[in-house]
């Protein structure tokens, strides 16, 4: 195992889970430093949150080496767990108790006291928009609401990791970016987070680092912007067509203007440096396409070209 | 703008001893409570107060004192019986699917084992909420038996002692269960109608079971209500004997035992994976 340098809050190294047979997390080599926001970028089922579960230390390894905060999961889980956040995929709040009760309830398992744990929550109810809703039941809250409690009963303890396991999955768009903010500032402030999703443009808005996982294993890391420029050109040329015409702008050769194609069901992407151009040629080809749309490369196109699939599913 | 304070040094968490850590799942359970006790009161106290009423006061003006009934008025004489099935019923209640619910519907026990509390803890805070609250309820129930006369003598507050330990001795073998299985808890309704129900009506509460035929005598002794019954009609009417006592004792302690060990084995199961 490489030593946990300076800084480094979770090292992993040929982490493996299984389940029975079937390997969730295939040998996978992470290392988390202390102030980023590191995301795990996958598809449904990719291992994300076997991982997850693995550094939050409610999931012992099955082989591999991990280490979080300095420590070993398997020998010091409660000593890790005292310093950690966690926000679980699915909200795990205590309906029947009041937005405040969730939080201080919450905050006495980390071992705060009394008078710490309900100036903690008025100060997170703040933060999370929430003191006009503090007496009341959680249970008719919104599906928004009842995330960002869950993301502020997660720093009750003011963790040093915070673990956000899709975090905005099922979401409105106004709530995401509500959220986002939230993260954002945490950022700021210098929490470390790991974030997993499926949504690229959360890990793009996000994620300092990222590693696209696809089968239980890492198929790329990197920044955002270097794995667009790595795996991806700098523009976009989508076609739509009539349904039935796309496979004749295929055979009349569409592919042949570029290094390289994806043909959705729906549309072609053409990888480009410069995408009005390829219009241009496509256009003097004779490919009459319903619409096109020129735009910047993006971490779905680098996920297109690692995995071959579409990733929002 | 609100700002959370400090998050980057060093986290304030830390962690608990097992036994303040179980307390504080308590503390949590209270909060509960406190907000949702009057929607508990009907299955927990009232329930077995009727059946006193019904079967006591109503069925037992008809029953003469006798040898069978050590010689008590019947109201009497269920009384202490009448407490040790509260305590069974509200046992497997609380076991059933409030515990289910913490794994499947409320997830909290999930919540609760991200930090640092460990799945012993959990179990720990829920099996002493139970004791409590099966406790108190039986509080209620010799307050109000005493008020309708079903009390002679302050032996009954010992048979309290019996009760809880009846009720516990029923806990946790369904804690485990509740800890096990993955449907909608339909095992739970096997467990009222045929265990709860059959063992209510033949483990001595209402008519001694010297008056079942032989061969259902055996079966009656695994029953732990019958155990708990003939621990709290001893320490309530006295003429205790140490052999039986102890036997009934350490039949009850031995479930009790059995049971939170799968509790413990099927919780850690569950939870860590």
């Known amino acids: 195992m490489t030593t946990v340098g300076d800084g480094v809050l979770v090292q992993a190294n040929g982490l493996v889970k299984r389940f029975g047979e079937f390997t969730a997390v295939g040998g996978i080599d992470v290392a988390v430093r202390k102030g980023e926001a590191f995301g795990f970028l996958g598809p449904n089922g990719a291992g994300k949150s076997s991982t997850m579960r693995m550094v ?39 309906t029947e108790l009041t937005v405040r009760q969730n939080l201080q309830v919450y905050g006495r398992y980390f071992g705060l006291s009394r008078a710490t744990v309900r100036a903690k929550a008025t100060e997170l109810m703040e933060f999370a928009q929430l003191s006009e809703r503090a007496d009341d039941e959680v249970e008719p809250l919104s599906g928004g609401m009842k995330r960002r409690l869950t993301i502020a009963r997660s720093l009750v303890n ?29 950022k700021q402030q210098g929490v470390t987070l790991i974030i997993t999703t499926h949504f690229m443009d959360e890990a793009e808005q996000l994620c300092d680092r990222l590693v696209v996982m696809d089968h239980s294993r890492i198929v790329a890391e990197g920044a955002p912007s270097a794995l667009i420029k790595q795996y991806s050109t700098r523009e976009v040329l989508e076609l739509r067509f009539n349904p039935g015409e796309q496979q004749d ?9 570029v290094e390289r194609i994806e043909v959705l069901p729906d549309r072609l992407l053409l990888y480009t440096e410069n995408g009005e151009s390829t219009l241009e040629t496509a256009h003097a080809k004779g490919i009459r396409p319903l619409s096109s749309l020129v735009r910047r490369s993006t971490l779905e196109d680098v996920f297109l070209r690692l995995t071959g699939r579409s990733l929002v599913d | 703008m609100p700002q959370v304070s400090a998050p980057t040094t060093q986290a304030t968490g830390r ?61 009497v004489y269920l009384a202490p019986a009448m407490l040790v099935v509260g305590a069974l019923q509200n046992a497997v209640g609380e076991s059933s699917y409030p515990v289910l619910s913490g794994f499947k519907w409320q997830k909290d ?58 009720g516990m001795a029923c806990s946790a073998p369904v804690v485990a269960l509740a800890a096990t299985v993955t449907n909608d808890g339909n095992a739970f309704n096997g467990i009222f109608r045929f265990v709860v129900m059959p063992m209510t009506l033949f483990s001595g509460t ?47 302690v031995g479930l ?18």
């Open chain 2, 256 to 273: 009790f035992a059995l049971g939170i060990w799968l509790a413990r084995w099927r919780f850690r199961r569950r939870l860590v994976v």
């Open chain 2, 206 to 252: 209402f008519f001694p079971v010297s008056q079942l035929p032989e061969w259902a005598q055996p079966v009656v002794w695994l029953s732990p209500l019958w155990h708990g019954t003939e621990l709290s009609r001893a320490a309530a009417f006295g003429g205790a004997e140490f052999g039986p006592v102890f036997g009934h004792v350490a039949y009850l």
């Open chain 2, 109 to 166: 026990y999930w919540a609760v084992t991200a930090t640092p509390i460990t799945p012993g803890q959990l179990l720990a805070g829920q099996q002493i909420w139970i004791a409590l609250v099966i406790g108190f309820n039986g509080c209620a129930f010799v307050l109000i038996a005493t008020l309708l006369g079903a009390v002679q003598s302050p032996g009954i507050l010992l048979s309290l002692l019996a009760m809880v330990l009846t």
């Open chain 2, 15 to 75: 962690v608990v001893r097992s036994p303040h850590a179980a307390w504080l799942r308590v503390e949590g359970h209270w909060q509960w409570y406190r907000r949702h006790w009057h929607s508990t009161l009907f299955s927990s106290i009232a329930q077995p107060i009727l059946f006193l009423v019904a079967m006591g006061m109503g069925f037992g003006s008809q029953v003469e004192p006798s040898e069978a009934t050590r010689n008590l008025p019947y109201l």
């Open chain 1, 249 to 257: 702008a295929l055979d009349n050769g569409v592919a042949d203007l």
């Open chain 1, 158 to 186: 003011d963790p040093e990791l915070l673990l956000l396991d899709e975090p905005t999955t099922g979401l409105d768009p106004q709530a995401r970016h509500l959220l986002w903010d939230k993260l954002y500032r945490l």
């Open chain 1, 56 to 94: 939050a230390c409610v999931s012992p390894r099955t082989e591999g080496e991990l280490s979080v905060l300095g420590m070993d999961p398997d020998r010091d889980g409660p000593r890790i767990r005292a310093r950690l956040g966690v926000v679980p995929q699915l909200d795990n709040l205590d």
